[in-house]
């Protein structure tokens, strides 16, 4: 208040004439409570999208087949035979008539994986999560929601000639489905172990997932060769379906991937089985009757011959590479870490092969048809085998050779280096312009 002026408000502390105070705390109760609605809104968004975008192409195929076949039947059985091939990618066994079919088709496996990831680091995002707390929020909600989508079609898809168990699909779908949220939310949210990992078990890791992936190329080419050499008896096989064909060969495509890991078998050694008591090997092929289909017409039905058996020691010659690889990219580890690293690569490649072994193989009727595929124990087993030693080796010898080769370039260093005279201390001990 001044002497002769008049009184003013003075604004209460804490606050200016241009500021206001925010109650930090009811903020953050606001906030609070807005996420729980953001996660539920979000998770339901993302969940039915992730559904849709996999399962509309595989809808519009159906119809379309149905239309070409004279559309015949209740479209009822349409929308079911859609859920059941939607089904089947989630490696969920289903029965079509007398056929039990529980080979997943990888190629929309994968697709499913994707979007899944997708649909969960969308959810992580949407509620700002940055912890761990958030991606078990975001990834447990998309579970649950898509589990119960994946529930409940297999209860719509139990009609006329098809039928799920409800029990054993969810026991083949939700660890694909945690999988898959827990490693999207994960990486939206940058808590994914890989990034407090060590330096070798990051290089061992990715060495790992390398050589897997190079073998899988080669397996990948191999079914591409085995496709061109019986080209007639495959197009003989597609001309049996006439205008189905289309249907046939897009099947085919599908399971394609399924093709290049039972080749990646066949170059490791194990092989892989086309029915019950079958195996087909570099060495030996015991096969029976098959059934019409583009993909058994292209299977080999002879020993390989003598000048292709190289193809057997493509493991060991490419886990020997990335061996060296590791080696030269690990200048900084010491033996034991850089010996450790290329354990844990073979044992990362030995794993991936294993397990996608597991993935392509399963049944596609009950008696003949009840075993195909690799056998997934076999497959690791023998690739670890070939991977320990092409790795482990390569990166020991190699580390041998690059200890000598760094000594060599210090000891050129040292004798060519031109010693630098010291620059003046002071001003008075400079030369003079």
């Given at each position: 208040m001044?002497?002769?002026?008049?009184?003013?408000?003075?604004?209460?502390r804490?606050?200016t004439?241009d500021?206001?105070?925010v109650?930090?705390?009811?903020?953050?109760?606001r906030t609070?409570?807005k996420?729980?609605r953001?996660?539920?809104a979000?998770?339901?968004?993302?969940?039915?999208?992730a559904a849709?975008?996999?399962?509309t192409?595989i809808?519009?195929?159906?119809?379309l087949?149905?239309w070409q076949?004279?559309?015949?039947?209740?479209?009822?059985t349409?929308?079911?035979?859609?859920?059941?091939?939607?089904?089947?990618?989630?490696g969920v066994p289903?029965?079509?008539g007398?056929?039990?079919?529980s080979?997943?088709?990888?190629?929309?496996?994968?697709l499913?994986?994707?979007?899944?990831a997708?649909a969960?680091?969308g959810?992580?995002?949407?509620?700002?999560g940055r912890?761990?707390a958030?991606?078990r929020?975001?990834?447990?909600?998309?579970t649950?929601?898509?589990t119960?989508?994946?529930?409940g079609a297999?209860?719509?898809?139990t009609?006329?000639?098809?039928?799920?168990?409800?029990l054993?699909?969810?026991?083949h779908?939700?660890?694909l489905?945690v999988?898959a949220t827990?490693f999207?939310?994960a990486?939206e949210?940058?808590?994914?172990?890989?990034?407090?990992?060590?330096?070798?078990?990051?290089?061992?890791?990715r060495?790992?997932m390398?050589?897997?992936?190079?073998l899988l190329?080669a397996?990948?080419a191999a079914?591409?060769?085995?496709?061109?050499?019986r080209?007639?008896?495959?197009a003989d096989?597609?001309g049996?379906?006439?205008?189905?064909?289309?249907?046939?060969?897009l099947?085919?495509l599908?399971?394609?991937?399924?093709?290049?890991?039972w080749?990646t078998?066949?170059?490791?050694g194990p092989g892989?089985?086309?029915?019950?008591?079958t195996t087909?090997?570099a060495?030996?092929?015991?096969?029976?009757?098959l059934p019409a289909f583009?993909v058994?017409?292209?299977v080999p039905?002879a020993n390989?011959s003598?000048?292709?058996?190289?193809l057997?020691?493509?493991p060991l010659m490419?886990?020997?590479?990335f061996?060296?690889?590791l080696?030269?990219?690990?200048?900084?580890?010491?033996?034991?870490r850089?010996?450790t690293?290329?354990t844990v690569?073979?044992?990362t490649?030995?794993?991936v092969?294993?397990?996608?072994s597991?993935?392509?193989?399963?049944?596609?009727?009950?008696?003949l048809?009840?075993?195909?595929?690799?056998?997934p124990?076999?497959?690791?087993g023998v690739?670890a085998v070939?991977?320990?030693?092409?790795l482990?080796?390569?990166?020991l010898?190699?580390r041998?050779?690059a200890?000598?080769?760094?000594?060599a370039?210090?000891e050129?260093?040292?004798r060519?280096?031109v010693?630098i005279?010291?620059?003046?201390?002071n001003?008075?001990?400079?030369?003079?312009?």
């Open positions: 001044s002497d002769g002026g008049s009184a003013v408000d003075a604004p209460p804490g606050r004439a500021t206001e105070v109650d930090t705390a009811a903020y953050a109760k609070k409570a996420r729980p953001a996660l539920l979000s998770a339901l968004a993302t969940t039915v999208w849709t975008v996999v399962f192409p809808l519009v195929i159906v119809i087949g149905w076949a004279g559309a015949q039947g209740a479209v009822s349409v929308a079911a035979a859609a859920g059941i091939a939607w089904l089947s990618g989630h289903v029965d079509i007398p056929l039990h079919l080979i997943a088709p990888l190629a929309l496996t994968v499913v994986f994707w979007r899944l997708k969960a680091g959810t992580t995002r949407a509620i700002g912890d761990a958030a991606v929020a975001a990834a447990g909600l998309v649950i929601l898509y119960g989508l994946v529930a297999a209860a719509l898809s009609t006329g000639p098809f039928a799920v168990d409800l054993p699909a969810l026991l779908a939700v660890p489905i999988a827990a999207g939310a990486r949210a940058g808590v994914l172990p890989w990034d407090t990992a060590s330096v070798w078990m990051r290089r061992g890791l060495t790992g390398t050589t897997a992936g190079a190329a397996g990948a079914t591409g060769v085995a496709f061109a050499v080209g007639p008896a495959v096989t597609m049996l379906y006439g205008n189905e064909s289309w249907i046939v060969a099947l085919s599908l399971y394609l991937p399924n093709c290049a890991v080749a078998a066949y170059i490791t892989f089985a086309v029915g019950a008591g087909v090997q060495s030996m092929v015991e096969l029976g009757p583009p058994f017409a292209a039905g390989l003598d000048y292709a058996t190289i057997i020691g493509l490419l886990a020997a590479v061996g060296v690889v080696t030269y990219r690990s200048p900084d580890l010491r033996v034991p850089v010996t690293a290329a690569a073979a044992a490649a030995a794993a092969l294993g397990l996608l597991y993935l392509s193989g399963g049944a596609a009727g009950t008696n048809m009840a075993d195909l595929g690799p056998d124990l076999a497959v690791a690739a070939q991977f320990v030693i092409g482990v080796g390569a990166a010898i190699a041998l050779f200890v000598h080769r760094r000594a370039e210090a050129l260093v040292r060519d280096t010693v005279p010291e620059p003046a201390p001003r008075d001990d400079a030369l003079p312009y």
